[in-house]
Nanobody, 118 residues
Framework: VQLQASGGGLVQAGGSLRLSCKTS???????????MGWYRQAPGKERDMVATMTFSGRTNYADSVKGRFAISRDNAKRTVYLQMNNLKPEDTAVYSC??????????WGQGTQVTVSS
């Protein structure tokens, strides 16, 4: 199983970005039954949860992004998204996606850099 994140970049404060994380090497039923998540790590800091979505569609967000970020998934495309609106300089980090499969195995994708200028 491989996860490929994309969509990062440089944006001004108040702007928006949409991250995508495409999963390959997994059958549809396996992906549909998986829990997905986005995490971020700023320089010198621990990796933090940003948003998660269970296989049933239940979502959870870090307090710092509630009302600004939205996680979604397209099972047919085996892809999870993170829509980020009203970005702030403190959102600057490397964003990574994560999948926890029904078997319990966990996989991480490489990160995509998000930089928000003030």
């Amino acid at each position: 199983v491989q996860l490929q994140a994309s969509g990062g970049g440089l944006v001004q404060a108040g702007g928006s970005l949409r991250l995508s994380c495409k999963t390959s090497g997994i059958i549809l039923s396996d992906f549909s039954g998986s829990n997905m998540g986005w995490y971020r790590q700023a320089p010198g800091k621990e990796r933090d949860m940003v948003a998660t979505m269970t296989f049933s569609g239940r979502t959870n967000y870090a307090d710092s992004v509630k009302g600004r970020f939205a996680i979604s998934r397209d099972n047919a495309k085996r892809t999870v998204y993170l829509q980020m609106n009203n970005l702030k300089p403190e959102d600057t980090a490397v964003y990574s996606c994560n999948i926890i499969r029904p078997s319990g195995s966990e996989h991480w994708g490489q990160g995509t850099q998000v930089t928000v200028s003030s």
